[in-house]
């Protein structure tokens, strides 16, 4: 059994430790988790829409690899 979540808790990180970011691998645009609850999943979107999906002009800009 897991302890409860606490308002504020940050999972246990260190204040001292720099914030590695989440980068979309479809668009590299940076992402945040949206935390869930009872009635919500957790959801991965990007930062500066605060969708899931990417924007097609940010597809038309990702690199290719190779395929």
Not at 13 to 30: F, S, Y
């Amino acid at each position: 059994m897991t302890a409860p979540h606490r308002a504020g808790d940050q999972a246990g990180r260190d204040p001292g430790r720099p914030r590695i970011p989440l980068i979309c691998p479809r668009c590299g645009r940076e992402q945040q988790v949206v935390p869930g609850g009872p009635e919500r999943t957790v959801k991965v979107v990007h930062v500066g829409t605060g969708r899931e999906a990417c924007e097609p002009e940010d597809l038309a800009r990702a690199p290719d690899e190779g395929t």
